[in-house]
Structures are given as C-alpha cells and as structure tokens.
C-alpha cells in the first residue's frame, strides 16, 4: 500500500505503511500515522518485533527494563488513552523500545498524535524523544493482539516503511518552513530559535548548489474584535489586519507585545523577499540565526534597531531597503508579503491540508512530522530526492546504511580479475541497480562496452579497452597529459632538453622527434646531427658575376667569396658584379694612367685622392672600413702585389649565423692588405 497523506478541511494526517510481515496469517499492508514528534525514518524503512505488556497495556507508566527479550528491535505495542501520546512515547523509549505502536481504541479514521502546548511540562518530553512513532487502527491493532495470543504464537514481525512519504521526482527539494520570529512563548519559541541557528550552514549549502529551494513563511491572524481594542492595538498592525498567533510569555510581556512580534515577521519576509531578487536568497539564514542567536526578548533586544541593523548587514542588505519593503505599519491597507502568507495558511495549498500549528515544516508538498533537529529534518529533505540524485550529505553513514555494502542485493556484480564490482548504487531510500559506467544494461546484466572499438574514446593516440573502460597511450616521444591514462592527452616530450637533442646547432621538437638545424651556408649531414659545409659554387646558387671561392661559414664568417678576372675589379655598388677599370675609376672619380708613370711622390698623392674618394664612397654605401678595400684594390691594379687581381666575395650573413655564434669577418679584416 502506498503511503500517502489523509486530509481534512482543517488538518493532514501524514501516513507511512504499516507491514504485518509475520505471521503468514496475518500479513497485510496498512496505513498508520506519523506522531508530531519523535524521529521518523523518512526515505527508510525499519523492521522490529511486536511486544505488548498485558502489565502496562496503556504504556502510561514506566516500564520495568529490561523488556521482552527478542531477536529483532523491540516495538512496543500500547494502547490509546489515558494519558497524552508524548508520555507514552517516552516511557516507550526509556524503556529501550526502538519504535512505538499506538493501537487506536475505537473504530475510527486515523489522526497525528500531537503534543499538547496547552502543558508545556508534558510539551517538553518530546525533546528526549528520537524513536519513530505511529498509530494504527482499532481493527488493525486487533489483529496484532489476537496474533500474540493465538495458541503456539509465533513473532509477530511488522514493518514501518517511509520510502513514499515524501514525494521524490527530481533532483531538487522546495521546502518551506513556518515559523515566527518570537522566542518568548516558551518551548516551542525556543526549539524554533535553536533550529535557524543550527540549520542554517546545512540549509545555505543545499541552496547555493541547487539542491533545495527554501521559502520561510509566518503565520498571521486577523483580529477578531474591533481595531481600536486592546487586543488589537497589542497584537496587530496594519489597522488589525495582522496579528500575532502565538503568545509571550509573562517574563517578557511586561516589555514586548505581539505587534512587535508580527512586525519582525514581516521584516524577515522582506529579508528573504529582497535577497531572492539578488538572487541570494540563502542569506535570509544569516540574517534569521543571527537575530534569533542575538536580538532576544532574554536580552531586551528583540526590537533594538541596533541589532537588526548588525544582523541586516551579515545578509548584505540596507536597513534602508528593507524598511521600504516593509512599509507603515500603521497604514490602514494591506501588505503584500504577509497578505500572501495569510492566504497561502488557509487555503490548503498543497492538497494536504491547512497550516495550523507552529512550527510546520513543508517537504515537496507534504507537512513534515516530527522532531524539529537538524539531523531530522535533514533526513526528510534527503529523502525528497530522486534516487541517485541526493547530494553527498544524504549518503553520509550517520544519516543511512551503505545498502550495497552488505551484498544482499540482487544487482549485477563483477568477480572476474583482481577487482570486484557491482550494478548496486546506494541511494538515500536503498539501493538500484544501475550498470557502472563503461557497461551497458539494465542493471541486473551488464556487458562491457568496447570504447575504443565503437570510437567513443578520447584518446589522441592509441587505445586499449579494458573491462569498465579503456586506457590511452603515446606514441615514442610523447607523454600523457598529467601522467593519466584516462585523459587521452598526448604532449611532445622536449627532446631538445637535454644536450640540445644531439644537434650541432639549432633544435627543435616535431611529432615528438629532436629535429635539428643549421644556420645559413650549411646542411644537416647524413646523421641528421651535424652541419656540413654548402659548395655554393658548385651547386650554381651563388651570385658571383665572373669567380668564384667557396668559404666555410663556421671557419671565415663567409658563405663564399666573389673574384673578378685581371682587368676587373669588384664593383663598389654590387659586390657580387665585375667591372672595368676604367669603370671602376670613374665611380672612384679618378683619371685612367699607367703603373710605371707614377713616381712615389705620385703614389703617395694618389693615395691621399683614393683617400678622400674612400671617405665619400663610405658616406655613400655606408659599409664598414670600405676605404682600406679600396685602396687595396687599387693597389692591385696599379701596383700588383699578387699573381692576380682578386676581388671580394659577399657573406650572406644570417639570424642563424649569429645565433650559433659564428664570427662574421668584414672585408678589411682579409689578411693581406
């Protein structure tokens, strides 16, 4: 039977099942209602043994421990009446009952076992109560009873199941949270203050990663005499509109009325109202817990602007802002936000009935029961979650059984190798059976996909399925990104790291290989490694007009060198063309003459002209120390020192060159002249 909640035009009654499981006789599914306090296993399930003491049927007194001795967990069966629910529970649980059951005393629908606020010395007990409460029909407690007296009785087994009394469709929780702003109306107040200020880390971690969506509300009465009566003007604002629900004690009344009360309600509505905008709305913890740690009716402060304003700036808003929001209170009009919530507690929103106690926890639709603790209410919001969607938190050992570890289940499990796995995911409730990733199947069969067969890997060189996956390796002379199989990334290993990779010169790295260079005027020899000498001459790329000599770069700085026949000399504008003499002169500025017509007197002169003719050749074809290459060179063609007249080459001088440090020897610089 699926569990579900019974309304009524003024109040829901939130169910679980109830599952006779023995005997064979009597097994049967059936409702039973969730208590208003006490621990339910909401998400859970729990299995135990009935016991009934015929000694203390109504469980109004206190047991003698230890109970019945069985093998399962003790449910304590107790009958209706006589004193409140609370005080049954309590001796239940004291008496070391792990459940109780409350056997219903006439034939009648099912309702919740409330506390009564009305004794607030009885209302008290349920704060040491952390069992799971129910209560079952008449007729259902009936058939448990006449099972445990039946001739040769055997155990009678039941379970309490939650799994379904919380709806679960998606990966998100909304809940809401009615609550009032008081902490002076004794120890509901005081359980509600505690409860903002613990919950409020675990409630701002589930919103801001978009686990949960929180809406706090504030219930609000309309006053029922006439607006200028004491009762209103102490109670309400806004001409009567709004009023207070919940009272304050004497030990603060003398100083803090009910406006007070519905006016900080309202300021906390805009709090929220405000931050939602900002999209922050998780703040509104900030602002709750810290005014409910600080701004106390104990310390006179509830209503102290310096406090509110202390506790307006841990949330990030203007005090500015928030009194805009909330408006006069003195107006005789209507106010948005409480408007809303005093027609969103009556109208049963939710199909599940009305807001009527304070404080009311709503989980995706479903008034939450029980005990208002950080860890209870917790486990109600993890149980909203679809399976395999709950955050971490819901999985954690303190909050349910790893149900996959005790390896009952019926999931798909793998044994071959060194590594043993299953289909079995833990999830909140329990456990489904879902095909780990790199298999595929329902779950109860799975087979391992081939990744690297069907192309689905990631893997940039080669790839080797294993089971539940693959693995990616490099080629020689790479690595993978982070040393990972799993990330399929292969890098060049720097092969020019070390000793430049063996080159001579240049290195660089291509598809993971050192691949070496040479600077201008030499190629990589048959080695790949080291630089030879290029004959430029013999190979016809070189530029000489008439001769030419090749040069080793690394030896002269030169690629080759450019010569001219006799009667030629280098021209003075292009270094790799031979001209004429006469020529040549003429671009010098000189008159044509014979060798042996020159006295010393007319070398010297000559000397001083070709002097002043290098200045201007400088000046013109700006190179280095050219008038020494022109006198040389005249000094070969009127005063031969050699067999021949030899002109100059050119060096193609290169970036490459000068990166491998190779000299580069300018034409004055040629031994000789």
């Known amino acids: 039977m699926a569990s579900c909640a019974i309304a009524s035009a003024q109040w829901v009654v939130e169910t679980n099942s109830f599952r006779i499981r023995e005997p064979a006789n009597v097994e049967g599914e059936y409702d039973s209602a969730i208590g208003d306090f006490g621990v339910p296993l909401y998400g859970g399930a729990l299995t135990g043994e009935i016991v009934y003491m015929e000694n203390n049927k109504l469980g109004c007194n206190v047991f003698s421990k230890p109970l019945v001795p069985v093998t399962l967990p003790v449910f304590l069966l107790v009958d209706r009446g006589d004193c409140y629910f609370v005080e049954k529970a309590y001796n239940a649980e004291k008496a070391g009952a792990k459940a109780i059951i409350v056997a219903d005393y006439k034939d009648e629908r099912l309702l919740t076992m409330a506390v009564p606020e009305d004794r607030p010395e009885i209302a008290a007990l349920k704060n040491d109560i952390t069992i799971p409460t129910a209560l079952i029909t008449e007729e259902v407690g009936q058939k448990i009873k006449d099972a445990l007296h039946a001739q040769n009785a055997a155990p009678v087994v039941v379970e309490l199941d939650w799994k379904e009394s919380v709806l679960h469709e998606d990966d998100r929780v909304e809940w809401d949270f009615w609550t009032s702003s008081n902490d002076g109306c004794g120890n509901a107040c005081d359980r509600q203050s505690e409860f903002k200020i613990a919950m409020r880390e675990t409630a701002q971690s589930l919103e801001k990663d978009k686990y949960a969506l929180f809406t706090p509300h504030f219930m609000v009465r309309k006053c029922s005499y006439n607006a200028d009566s004491t009762e209103c003007t102490t109670n309400c604002i806004n001409n009567g509109r709004y009023c207070a629900v919940d009272s304050i004690d004497d030990a603060f ?24 905008d900002k999209k922050e709305a998780w703040k509104w913890w900030d602002y709750a817990a810290g005014f409910a ?31 805009t929001c909330m408006g006069d209170s003195t107006a005789d009009a209507t106010h948005d936000l409480l408007q809303g919530d005093y027609v969103l507690q009556g109208n049963d929103q939710w199909g599940n009935g009305k807001i009527l106690l304070l404080p009311t926890v709503i989980v995706n639709k479903h008034q939450y029961r029980g005990r208002l603790d950080v860890p209870s209410i917790l486990r109600a919001l993890c149980a909203g979650f679809s399976e395999t969607t709950e955050p971490e938190v819901c999985l954690a050992g303190s909050m349910q059984e790893d149900d996959c570890a005790a390896e009952t289940h019926s999931c798909w499990v793998h044994t071959e190798g060194k590594q043993s796995f299953s289909a079995c995911k833990d ?9 780990p990733e790199g ?78 260079s040479c600077p201008t005027g030499l190629r990589l020899g048959e080695d790949g490694k080291r630089c030879i000498d290029i004959d430029e001459c013999a190979e016809g790329t070189a530029q000489c007009d008439q001769e030419c000599v090749n040069q080793d770069p690394r030896e002269t700085g030169r690629q ?62 700006r190179m280095r120390n050219v008038m020494q290459n022109e006198i040389r060179d005249i000094m070969r063609q009127y005063m031969p020192l050699e067999g021949n007249n030899v002109g100059e080459g050119l060096l193609e001088e290169s970036p490459r060159i000068k990166a491998a440090k190779i000299p580069v020897v300018s034409h004055a610089d040629e031994p000789g002249v």
């Open 427 to 435: 999830t909140f409730r329990g456990y489904v059976c879902q095909c």
């Open 560 to 621: 080759y060198v450019c010569k001219c026949r006799s009667g030629y000399s280098i021209d003075i504008d292009n270094q790799h063309k031979c001209i004429t003499k006469d020529v040549y002169m003429a671009k010098l500025g000189l008159k044509n003459s014979k060798v042996g017509a020159w006295t010393i007197a007319g070398i010297v002169a000559m000397a001083t002209v070709l002097a002043v003719a290098a200045g201007y050749a400088v000046h013109r074809l």
């Open 439 to 516: 298999w595929r199947g329902d779950g109860f069969k799975c087979e391992d996909i081939d990744e690297c067969a069907e192309g689905t890997a990631q893997c940039q060189h080669t790839c080797s399925n294993i089971p539940g996956g693959y693995e990616c390796s490099c080629r020689d002379g790479f690595q993978l990104l982070g040393g990972h199989t799993s990330t399929g990334i292969c890098l060049p290993i720097n092969q020019c790291k070390e000793n430049k990779g063996g080159c001579e010169y240049g290195c660089d790295t291509d598809d993971g290989k050192a691949v070496c």
């Open 293 to 323: 740690a600080e701004c106390t009716m104990a310390d006179g402060r509830f209503a102290d602007r310096s406090c509110i304003r202390a506790q307006l700036e841990k949330a990030g808003l203007e005090e500015a802002a928030v009194d």
């Open 253 to 276: 009344s003398h100083k803090f009325q009910g406006w007070q009360v519905v006016e900080e309600n309202k300021r906390q509505l805009c709090v929220h109202s405000l931050l939602s």
